[in-house]
C-alpha cells in the first residue's frame, strides 16, 4: 500500500504537515499521520508537535523556556533570529507584528505555554485548515490531510459551488469535505492547550492605498529584490522565466545581481504575430552572464494537454489543469541544466496593476478626477456608456451583490464594465450543470449572503484582495506540481511584504489608462534597462488555446465518458459530449468551462490515487 501523500513527492517545495497540541490525546491521533517518509518536530516533552513531509532547506526552528517557534517554506531567516524571538516571547499575540516583517514565504508555527499558534500568508499562497480528530483539534497545511484521517468524502453541495463560474468570496474558501475549516489568510489559528475549541484571530490587514506612486517605487523594487534575494541568496544556479514581459524580465534582472547563476527561460508563442521572444531577446542582450535558453515553440505543450492523465494529490480543484502541462514541461530541462529552484513571473499582474473599481469609490470622492481616468478606460477597454453609469451609480453592499446573484446564475454573463467597476464577476451556472446542482449553489449563495463580508469595504481593494487570492490559489497547486517533477517554483511577487508594498500606492497612479504597469516601470528604472520599460504590450497566448483545443477535442470528449460529476448528478454528460465535438463553439472558447473541466479531473485524481492506495 501506498501513501498518497508521500508518493507526491518530499523535496524541496513539497512542505506538508499536520500540527498538535502537547497532549497525550493528540499524540495518539498524530501517530496516525507517521508513514514512511514523514518527519517529526516534538514538544519538549518529546510528544509530536509537526508531523509531515519537509527538506531541510524548508525548516527552521527554535526553542527557549517554554516556547518553541518554526519556520517551514521558504525561510530566509536564521536560526539566531528565531531564537531571540523565542526567548522574549511572552504572548503569541506579540508575533503579529514579527509576522508583518518577515520576508519570502513560510507557514508560522508557534507554541508558548501549551497553546498553538499556525498561520499561513496573507496571500493565501499557504494556507491552515483544521478539524476536530478523536476529541482534538488538529491543524493541517492542507485540507486532504485531515480529510484522510478523517475518511471523509466531498460534499455533493461543495462540488456543486465549484462549477459556478466564477466561485466568489467566501464560498471559494470552502474546503471540499465537511467536518474540516479553512482559516483566512488574513487569520491565525489559536489552538488551547488541551485541544479543544480554536480561536481566528487577524494579523494582517492591507495597507490604505495613499502613498504617492513616486514614494512606493523605490519600496516595491526593494521588497520585490528582497523576495527574489529570499530565492537566490544561496548562490547555486537558479532559472527564471523569461517571457519578455516586464513581470519576468523585472525577476531575471534582479536574479542576476544575486550570488547565483542564472539560467533564463523563453517559450515564443505560436502566433507569429507574438513579439513576446523579440523582448525576451532585447532583456537577455543585456544580461550578458545569464545563458538564455529560447524553447522551440512547437514543442511546447497546448492549453488542455494532458488532461486524462493527471494524478496530483490536490486538495482543491483548480483551473490550474489546463495549463499544467505548459507550465511544468521545461522543468525537467532546467533542473539537468543545475536550477535548484524555478523563479517565474506570475503575479505580477495582479499586485503592480490594479482593479478600475476603485473609480466607484474615487467618482465619490475626487469626482473630477476620476472622470477623466473613466473616460480614458472607457476609450481604452470600448466601455458602453450606459451599463457603466449603471455600474457607478450601483450602491448595493457585498452580501447584498452576493444574495442577487442567486437569481441570476442562468444569465447572460455581465458586461465586462459591471465587473470591472462592481463586487466583481456575477457568477454563473452553463447549460450542462444540472438543476440539482443549481439548487445545491443557489442554497450555498443565498446562506453565504446573509454572513458575507467583503474583504475590505472598498470594492477596488476588495478586487484585487479576491484577485490575488484567486491566483494564488493556482499557484499554491503549482507550487505542488513543480516539486513533484522535482524542481520547486517560486512567485516572488506574491511574497506579502511585495504585495503590501504595491496595495499601498494610490489607486489612481497605480491603474491608469494612459499608462502601462506605471508603478513596476517606475520601480524596476535604474535596474529594467529602458529599452525594456517601454513595452506597452502583452502577448495573449490565444493562438496556442485555440490549436489546443482542435488538438485536443478527443480527450476532452473522454474527460466527459463516465464523468465522476455526471454519476453524481452535478452535470448533464450528453451536452458536455456534444460540446466537445465541436471545438469551436463559444463554451470551449470561453474560460467559462474551466470550473467544471477542473472539478472533474480533481475527482478523477483523487479516485486514481485511492485506488493506488488499496492496492
Known amino acids: 500500500m501506498t501513501d498518497p501523500h508521500q508518493s507526491a513527492g518530499t523535496g524541496p517545495g513539497a512542505a506538508q504537515f499536520a500540527v498538535f497540541t502537547d497532549r ?29 513531509t519537509w527538506d531541510d532547506q524548508e525548516i527552521v526552528s527554535a526553542r527557549a ?14 536560526a539566531e533570529e528565531l531564537e531571540r524571538v523565542a526567548r522574549s516571547l511572552r504572548d503569541l499575540a506579540a508575533l503579529d507584528a514579527w509576522a508583518r516583517s518577515l520576508p519570502g514565504s513560510c507557514h508560522l508555527v508557534a507554541a508558548l505555554d501549551g497553546r498553538i499558534r499556525v498561520q499561513g500568508t496573507a496571500s493565501g499562497l499557504r494556507l491552515v485548515f483544521h478539524a476536530d480528530l478523536g476529541g482534538t483539534r488538529v491543524a493541517a497545511t492542507r485540507a486532504d490531510l485531515l480529510a484522510d484521517a478523517l475518511g471523509a468524502e466531498p460534499a455533493p453541495q461543495r462540488l456543486a459551488v465549484r462549477l459556478l463560474w466564477p466561485v466568489p468570496h467566501p464560498l471559494a474558501d470552502e474546503p471540499l469535505w465537511p467536518g474540516i475549516t479553512a482559516v483566512a489568510p488574513h487569520d491565525a489559528l489559536i489552538l488551547p492547550p488541551d ?77 507569429p504575430a507574438d513579439t513576446d521572444l523579440e523582448w525576451a531577446k532585447r532583456a537577455a542582450a543585456a544580461l550578458p552572464d545569464v545563458e538564455h535558453v529560447v524553447w522551440d515553440a512547437e514543442e511546447s505543450p497546448l492549453v488542455y494537454t494532458g488532461l486524462l492523465g493527471i494524478d496530483d494529490v490536490l486538495d482543491e480543484p483548480t483551473i490550474g489543469v489546463m495549463d499544467r502541462a505548459r507550465v511544468l514541461h521545461h522543468l525537467p530541462a532546467m533542473a539537468e541544466r543545475g536550477s535548484r529552484v524555478h523563479l517565474t513571473g506570475i503575479g505580477g499582474d495582479h499586485v503592480a496593476w490594479c482593479s478600475e473599481a476603485y473609480y ?42 452576493l444574495a442577487d446573484a442567486e437569481h441570476r446564475l442562468r444569465d447572460p454573463l455581465p458586461p465586462t464594465v459591471t465587473t470591472s467597476l462592481g463586487w466583481g464577476m456575477s457568477p454563473r451556472l452553463f447549460e450542462w ?33 479576491q484577485q490575488i487570492r484567486d491566483c494564488t490559489r493556482i499557484i499554491r497547486q503549482w507550487d505542488h506540481m513543480a516539486a513533484r517533477q522535482g524542481l520547486p517554483m517560486a512567485s516572488p511577487f506574491l511574497d506579502d511584504r511585495v504585495i503590501e508594498a504595491c496595495l499601498a500606492v494610490r489607486p489612481a497612479e497605480r491603474v491608469s489608462p494612459w499608462r502601462y504597469k506605471p508603478l513596476l516601470t517606475e ?19 490565444s493562438m496556442d488555446a485555440a490549436d489546443g483545443l482542435r488538438r485536443h477535442r478527443g480527450d476532452l470528449m473522454a474527460l466527459w465518458e463516465d464523468s465522476r460529476l455526471e454519476r453524481l448528478g452535478l452535470v448533464d454528460g450528453d451536452v458536455l459530449r456534444r460540446l466537445a465535438e465541436r471545438p469551436a463553439t463559444r463554451h470551449l472558447r470561453d474560460a467559462v468551462l474551466y470550473s467544471t473541466i477542473a472539478a472533474e479531473v480533481w475527482l478523477r485524481a483523487l479516485d486514481r490515487t485511492r485506488r493506488e492506495v488499496r492496492e
Open 195 to 271: 485541544g479543544h475549541g480554536v480561536r481566528h484571530t487577524r494579523w494582517w490587514s492591507p495597507p490604505e492605498p495613499v502613498v504617492p506612486l513616486r514614494t512606493a517605487a523605490p519600496r516595491v523594487r526593494e521588497a520585490l529584490a528582497e523576495a527574489v534575494a529570499a530565492r537566490t541568496r544561496h548562490g547555486g544556479t537558479v532559472s527564471c522565466d523569461l517571457s519578455g514581459g516586464l513581470d519576468s524580465t523585472s525577476v531575471c534582472f534582479l536574479a542576476d545581481r544575486s550570488p547565483a547563476r542564472v539560467i533564463a527561460s523563453t517559450w515564443p508563442g505560436r502566433d
Open 523 to 541: 520601480a524596476m528604472r535604474g535596474t529594467v534597462p529602458e529599452e525594456c520599460l517601454r513595452r506597452a504590450n502583452k502577448a495573449a497566448a
Open 433 to 465: 450543470v444540472t438543476p440539482e446542482a443549481e439548487h445545491l449553489a443557489r442554497t450555498a449563495l443565498r446562506t453565504a449572503g446573509r454572513r458575507a463580508r467583503p474583504l475590505h469595504p472598498d470594492r477596488g481593494l476588495h478586487a484585487d484582495l
Open 65 to 78: 523556556g517554554t516556547a518553541a517557534l518554526a519556520l517551514v517554506g521558504c525561510v530566509p531567516v536564521e
Open 360 to 401: 466607484h469609490r474615487l467618482a465619490r470622492r475626487r469626482p473630477l478626477l476620476a472622470l477623466r481616468q473613466l473616460r480614458g478606460f472607457k476609450a481604452l477597454w470600448q466601455w458602453p456608456l450606459l451599463p457603466m453609469l449603471g455600474a457607478l451609480a450601483d450602491s448595493r453592499s457585498y452580501g447584498t451583490w
Open 24 to 52: 497525550a490525546d493528540a499524540a495518539a491521533v498524530a501517530r496516525s499521520f507517521a508513514r514512511p517518509g514523514t518527519r517529526t518536530l516534538d514538544h519538549a516533552s518529546g510528544r509530536p508537535w509537526l508531523v509531515g
